[in-house]
């Protein structure tokens, strides 16, 4: 079955760094944009940044904006997603999605894969 699988959580201090992966192999990975979302305890998944197919355009949830970084590498069949600055509201569980020839909507439903998630700890 075709999933994307997500590493590279952790537990770390506010204002500290971390870099969540995800590889999505078994497709033709640079056919596919690749989102990220998060996941808080009691709260609803939310969109956090997604890339294009090409690379070529990103997108940012507001209160990560100048403090995440998406990338990918399509040789790799992965995508990236650097986090600085970080705070503890950024406690989440991180999941990764793919959406075929994706627009890099926000829009959950338009992402056809999804990851297992990672979880991501800040504390104070």
């Known amino acids: 079955q075709v999933q994307p699988a997500e590493s590279g959580g952790g537990s770390v201090r506010a204002g500290g760094s971390l870099r969540v992966s995800c590889v999505f192999s078994g497709t033709t990975f640079r056919a596919y944009t690749m989102g990220w979302f998060r996941q808080a305890p009691g709260k609803e998944r939310e969109f ?3 890339i294009t197919w090409n690379g070529g355009e990103t ?3 507001d209160s990560v904006r100048g403090r995440f970084t998406i990338s990918r590498d399509n040789g790799k069949s ?7 600055s970080l705070k503890p509201e ?6 990764c999605a793919a959406d075929f020839w994706g627009t890099g909507t ?6 056809e894969y999804w990851g ?4 991501v700890t800040v504390s104070s």
């Open 116 to 119: 297992q998630g990672t979880q």
């Open 78 to 84: 992965t995508v990236f997603l650097q986090m600085n």
């Open 106 to 111: 926000s829009s959950q439903g338009e992402y």
């Open 90 to 95: 950024d406690t989440a569980v991180y999941y």
């Open 59 to 61: 997108y940012y949830t």
């Open 48 to 50: 956090v940044a997604a």
